[in-house]
Every structure is written in structure tokens, then in C-alpha cells.
Antibody, heavy 122, light 108 residues
């Protein structure tokens, strides 16, 4: 059974940093691209970032480019999202998701974690 | 950036009725379009990928069609558990892999 468990969310002040983790199990982690998607309170889904199975290709939404860094440790079956220079508009539930293929392009996300809430406020 | 526009914003129907949800892309995404269902307090669930392929475990009453810029999600006969918010997402060759704004399917 595929399982994705996010952690690391919480309350952080504007300008602060946070690192999210996503522990994966039930599939061969290195064979699949992974994605972060966020959802602000009461709003729709926003694609944030994605990384290929080997970790060599990374992609970002313009809204987070230069502030967020996606990475993965395939030896630990774990996905990360390092978030720096956080803003109030980054407040959201952050979901990690497994993609259907090893490359980022052309594939949907078939399994999702339950999400972790990040609140940016003073 | 490819913009996806979903219509209607809200759809009010009764159990047993047929639901038709639309997603229009600002430029062609070929067949690289997915549909997700999200219930309150839950993560999204993949229903359809590559425009018309049902994901694992998805009932046959859900079907997807379309290519290029116009796509449709059809639920043939609504069950009580189908009332939720539905999102389309394009996953063509270049990010960002944008989502539509969602269609809320509510009980009439």
C-alpha cells in the first residue's frame, strides 16, 4: 500500500524558514517523480514544485522560485521542501504527491499525503 | 503559463442524475489532463489521467473525454459520495502544471 506522510508544518514568522518532509512507503521511491501542491485556506489547489525520480530535474512555480528548494533522499525514501523567506501568502496546507512516472512531465499525481499546515504570521 | 477554466463553478444535482463538468485550456495540452476529486478535510484523489483513463479503483460511472483544449468529466449516475469539489490539472510538457479553479458539485 502506498503511503505518504508529511511533517514539518507549523507556525512561522514572515521572513522565516521551514523544512517539510514527506516519508514514502509502499513503492520503489526512486522510480517515481514527486510533487508538492498547496492549498490556501478555502482556496483551490496550486502546483508548487516537482522533482524527477533521480533528483536531477527540479521545477518550481514562479510564486516560490528562488525561495523554495525541493530535494529528495532516495536512500531514506523521503521528499523535502525547504521554504525560505516565507510570506503570509505561503500559508496553506502542503501536500506531497507521487507521480505516475519517473520524469516530471506528462504524468499526473496518483497518490497524495494528508497534508501539513504551514501558517506564516507574526 | 497554461490557464485552465472550469465550468460551471457550482453544479446542483440530485443523486441518480448525470453530471457533466467542463475544463478548457488556454492552449493545447494534447491529452495530458487529469481530474481530481476532493472532499472537505481530505487530500485530492486522482480520478482520470491522460484525459480518459480511469485511475486505479475508480468506479466506471466516472469517465473523461476530450483533447487539445476542451475536456469533460462525466459522472453517469450520481451517488451520495460523489458530491465534492472537482479539479482538472494539465500535465503537459512544461511546468507549472496548473489546476483549474474547481467545480463544486452539490446536492440539489
Amino acid at each position: 500500500e502506498v503511503q505518504l506522510v508529511e511533517s514539518g508544518g507549523g507556525l512561522v514568522q514572515p521572513g522565516g524558514s521551514l523544512r517539510l518532509s514527506c516519508a514514502a512507503s509502499g513503492f520503489t521511491f526512486t522510480n517515481y517523480a514527486m510533487t508538492w501542491v498547496r492549498q490556501a485556506p478555502g482556496k483551490g489547489l496550486e502546483w508548487v514544485s516537482a522533482i524527477s525520480g533521480g533528483g536531477g530535474s527540479t521545477y518550481y512555480a514562479d510564486s516560490v522560485k528562488g525561495r523554495f528548494t525541493i530535494s529528495r533522499d532516495n536512500s531514506k525514501n523521503t521528499l523535502y521542501l525547504q521554504m525560505n523567506s516565507l510570506r503570509a501568502e505561503d500559508t496553506a496546507v502542503y501536500y506531497c504527491a507521487k507521480d505516475r512516472g519517473i520524469a516530471v512531465a506528462f504524468v499526473a499525481s496518483d497518490y497524495w499525503g494528508q497534508g501539513t499546515l504551514v501558517t506564516v504570521s507574526s | 503559463e497554461i490557464v485552465l477554466t472550469q465550468s460551471p463553478a457550482t453544479l446542483s444535482l440530485s443523486p441518480g442524475e448525470r453530471a457533466t463538468l467542463s475544463c478548457r485550456a488556454s492552449q493545447s495540452v494534447s491529452s495530458y489532463l487529469a481530474w481530481y476529486q476532493q472532499k472537505p478535510g481530505q487530500a485530492p484523489r486522482l480520478l482520470i489521467y491522460d484525459a480518459s483513463n480511469r485511475a486505479t479503483g475508480i468506479p466506471a460511472r466516472f469517465s473523461g473525454s476530450g483533447s487539445g483544449t476542451d475536456f469533460t468529466l462525466t459522472i453517469s449516475s450520481l451517488e451520495p459520495e460523489d458530491f465534492a469539489v472537482y479539479y482538472c490539472q494539465q500535465h503537459s510538457n512544461w511546468p507549472p502544471y496548473t489546476f483549474g479553479q474547481g467545480t463544486k458539485l452539490e446536492i440539489k
